[in-house]
């Protein structure tokens, strides 16, 4: 019986393995096809739901970048740790600590105080952020213990911590019972670029995290060490460059970067802290870091594609009556498709006959 | 007429930036062994690659025992009786030597591989513990561990890169035993040193590549050292110029220093002492696996468990401090690993630099040190010309540089330093006659400014050669330090077995 098998390529294509995230976009969106038409929905109106209906308007981009802020953001601090070999997948987690912190701040506002609340509302996020991360980082650096599963529970004691707060100290005592915050005063929203679209300074703070983060890796001597730490973890103790400082660093900075993010969220769209703050931000900013290659200006990128994702999927939802779930199908498909096109950058596939010859 | 065992015609291998191998042609007969001569860089590893399938050739042809072959990858070279031991080893650290050999085989058990093993590593005097992990082993113990893998797979044609560039004479004694019997028994093998006392006495035929092209065949008992450095690098090696060693105050001294061993299967290092003068070069014999590792480790600062006050830099108790930290202090070192551990394979020469060298980084202590691009470029352009480093350019990526010419990259990046206090494992592991003659001649160069050089090696004609004094470590211990006048071979064979304790009160008796 003949056998598929993988062989390692002895030569990588470079040019393949920048093409490859395209090539995933392309396989995912004909196997999107193949699910529209299963649905029983035409294939081109779902496409366009996906593809064109996001971009059409100048609000509807609006829109796109509003979503793609937070996972940019997140992103940006997942690829400073997965670039040092630091699996933080908690940023979850982090971003509504983020999330709870702004919130904490901005209820002390009242109508009068001043529009300088913003920016203790936006520290708070990242101080909350990090003390959540710092957690993680603490537990390895301390008892050695597994930063994967430790910042991965972590995400469910701070939903946990969430569900605390709105439906304990933090309830609107004129919410009608609902598990949610009063919502913010005005003086506390994260200030809007343009009048008409809900595009924040919020995607400045990325912009500026892209450039700054493209720094860190490529012109400054920490952000070598930190990569050499990932790439040779021998060199880098040849070096004499501290892992355990790496370690601090990358959780430090995703965990800051992810707190920020949630602190926007609540401060700027959502308004006041409820349950549903957690969208899985978090966990998308993983493939969104993956897809764009860890490289900053690759994420802009990839971020953009996935906040597509999300505004597709509920557009599915209203236009074609899909459930919104459709989001989550396509965001696992690219990640999917971007593993097995990765895959044979490096690997080829060969039947292998078996029993023949012996 | 018998057909030979491998035929390669016109095999032509082009990677970005070079030709490693232009049109060479190559006859291995039946049970010959054909030495594969030439610089580094030269393409000697290319060509090896090509023939074990883990390189496609751009043209040219392969025939095995008279038939055109496709080996399009390892596993089918293996199946057609090519085996293979690669200069830099294919072996994951993790797991153990049963399991590494393990794992290029098919259905057996890893019992049976275990047993196997042991039977091969009986036959042939090759000790090693199947049950090991492998990075526990030194450098020397792994090429044990590809010898025997390639064994296993009775080979009619076996494929030695630089086999011999990590082994002590005995052991490289040993190895000929096994290579004789395997060509014996009618395996042809391909071999490839730099050492051509070695090829001599070894090989009954030669082919001497250069610059990617066959410069000559030759019967290699036939010629001198000399002429085969000819064809092999267009000129006879240059001699060394020795100066009267003026050995200065002390730079380094090791007091006492005993340091448990962190892995089930290293060695403790038992009350080691050792000084280095200024302005001499002290070397280090030993077989592998006998605590130079641990030693190294310890004196480079990537091990600092060390007792306060047993490693002294100076007036200045180091043991405590990090790499980076001795570095500042003038302490360079060139371990003996240089993928992975000297060099990132992934990175480019000139980022490599900046592992060790600061010089194009403004405020290096400081805002994460911000690194200037194009002085780091100039830097690592000036190391390859003054090095002759065949390279692409500052921007190839170090896993890309041949064997030798990664190591003269390293050296060179150490010794350009200036450092005060320069140690060496291995300095002239795999690097051609004339790029090892470079080497020591910059080594005696820094000692003659007054620095102050450790060389840690298991060749002892290369100790011979450069060091003033000379420590032989054996099982965890240091021996008392002899200077090079009075060492013999003899002499420091019989300490390489622990047994200096013996012939140190013979000398008193002496005295
Ligand atoms: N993967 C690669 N990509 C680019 N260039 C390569 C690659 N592998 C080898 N080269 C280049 O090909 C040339 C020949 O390399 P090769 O490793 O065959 O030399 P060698 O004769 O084995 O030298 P050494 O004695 O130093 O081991 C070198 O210039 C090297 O830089
Ligand atoms: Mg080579």
């Known amino acids: 019986m003949p056998k598929l098998k993988l062989e390692a390529r002895s030569q990588p294509s470079q040019m393949w393995s920048y093409a490859s995230p395209l090539l995933a976009l392309a396989c995912t969106v004909a196997i999107g096809v193949l699910l529209f038409a299963l649905l029983g929905k035409d294939p081109v109106k779902g496409l366009q739901v996906f593809f064109w209906e996001p971009v059409k308007t100048g609000y509807a981009v609006g829109e796109l970048v509003v979503k793609a802020t937070p996972l940019l953001l997140i992103a940006l601090g997942l690829a400073v740790s997965f670039r040092s070999n630091v699996w933080n997948i908690g940023a979850e987690g982090q971003y509504i600590l983020g999330a709870i912190g702004a919130s904490g701040v901005a209820l002390m506002a009242n109508p009068a105080t001043g529009s300088w609340i913003v920016v203790p509302v936006l520290l708070a996020g990242v101080l909350a952020g990090l003390f959540w991360a710092g957690l993680t980082a603490f537990l390895r650096d301390r008892f050695n213990a597994n930063e994967i599963l430790v910042s991965l529970m972590l995400v469910y004691v701070a939903v946990q911590v969430l569900n605390f707060m709105v439906f304990g100290p933090w309830k609107d005592p004129h919410g009608y019972n609902f598990p949610q915050t009063k919502t913010f005063e005005v003086v506390t929203r994260i200030p809007r670029l343009f009048a008409g679209s809900r595009v924040s300074i919020g995607i400045i703070f990325a912009l500026v995290g892209v450039v700054l983060v493209w720094v860190f890796f490529f012109r400054t001597r920490s952000g070598f060490a930190q990569q050499v730490g990932g790439l040779a973890p021998a060199a880098s103790r040849y070096a004499g460059f501290s892992s355990r400082r790496a370690l601090w660093t990358a959780l430090l900075i995703s965990g800051g970067l992810a707190g920020l993010a949630g602190a926007l969220e609540v401060a700027g769209p959502i308004g006041q802290l409820t349950p549903y703050v957690p969208a899985g931000y978090g966990f998308a900013a993983i493939i969104v870091a993956y897809v764009g290659r860890l490289h900053p200006v690759g994420m802009v990128f990839s971020a953009l594609l996935m906040s597509m994702f999300y505004i597709g999927g509920e557009l599915a939802q209203s236009r074609l009556g899909l459930p919104k779930s459709l989001t989550g199908v396509f965001q696992g498909l690219l990640l999917f498709s971007l593993l097995a096109c990765d895959m044979l950058v490096n690997y080829r596939l060969r039947w292998i006959a078996l029993g023949v010859g012996k | ?511």
């Open chain 2, 1 to 511: 007429m018998t057909t030979p065992r491998l035929e390669l015609k016109g095999i032509t291998k082009a990677f970005p930036d070079v030709v490693a191998n232009s049109d060479v042609s190559l006859t291995v007969m039946p049970g010959e062994t054909h030495a594969v001569l030439g610089e580094n860089g030269a393409g000697k590893s290319t060509l090896m690659k090509v023939i074990y399938g883990s390189l496609m050739p751009d043209a040219g042809q392969i025939l095995l025992n008279g038939q055109v072959m496709r080996i399009r990858n390892p596993k089918e070279a293996r199946a057609n009786g090519i085996g293979m031991v690669f200069q830099h080893f294919n072996l994951f650290d993790t797991m153990t030597v049963a399991e590494n050999v393990w794992l290029g085989l098919a259905r057996t058990s890893l019992e049976q591989v275990t047993a196997s093993i042991v039977a091969k590593a009986t036959e042939y005097g090759l000790d090693i513990d199947p049950r090991r992990a492998v990075h526990t082993l030194s450098v020397g113990e792994r090429q044990r561990v590809e010898i025997i893998r390639a064994l296993l797979t009775r080979p009619e044609l076996l494929i030695l890169d630089e086999p011999t560039s990590v082994l002590t004479p005995q052991a490289v004694e040993k190895l000929f035993l096994v290579l004789r019997k395997l060509a014996s028994e009618g395996c042809s093998i391909l071999y490839i040193s730099h050492k051509l006392h070695e090829i001599r006495e070894l090989c009954t035929a030669c082919t001497v590549l250069r610059a990617g092209k066959v410069t000559g065949v030759c019967n290699p008992k036939e010629e001198s050292n000399a002429s085969l450095s000819r064809m092999m690098i267009g000129a006879e090696p240059p001699l060394l110029e020795h100066h009267e060693c003026q050995a200065g105050s002390t730079t380094m001294v090791v007091r006492n220093l005993s340091l448990e061993r962190d892995d089930q299967f290293g060695v403790d290092l038992q009350e080691i002492n050792l000084s280095v003068c200024a302005g001499e070069i002290v070397g280090i014999a030993g077989v592998s696996g006998n605590g130079q590792k641990e030693l190294l480790y310890a004196l480079s600062g990537e091990d600092t468990r060390s007792p306060h006050g047993s490693i002294r830099i100076g007036e200045v108790d180091v043991s405590a401090l990090d790499p980076g930290e001795r570095r500042r202090m003038g302490l360079h070192f060139v371990p003996e690993e240089r993928l992975g551990r000297g060099a990132v394979p992934t990175l480019s020469l000139a980022q490599n630099l900046l592992l060790t060298r600061t010089e194009s980084i403004s405020i290096p202590r400081c805002a994460g040190g911000w690194i200037r691009v194009k002085a780091l470029a100039n830097h690592a352009e000036r190391l390859i010309d003054r090095f002759h480093i065949k390279a692409g350019g500052p921007n190839s990526v170090a896993r890309s540089l041949s064997g030798g010419n990664l190591q003269k990259y390293i050296v060179a990046r150490e010794i350009d330093a200036n450092p005060k206090l320069l140690i060496v494992s291995q300095p002239t592991w795999g690097v051609d006659v004339g790029a090892a003659a470079q080497i020591r001649g910059e080594i005696l160069r820094l000692r003659d400014e007054g620095c102050a050089v450790l060389v840690v090696s298991e060749e002892l004609d290369e100790l011979f050669e450069v060091c003033d004094r000379m420590y032989v470590i054996a099982r965890g211990k240091l021996s008392p330090s002899i200077p090079i006048a009075e060492a013999t071979v003899e002499k420091i064979g019989e300490w390489m077995s622990g047994l200096w304790d013996r012939s140190v009160p013979g000398e008193a008796r002496h005295a």
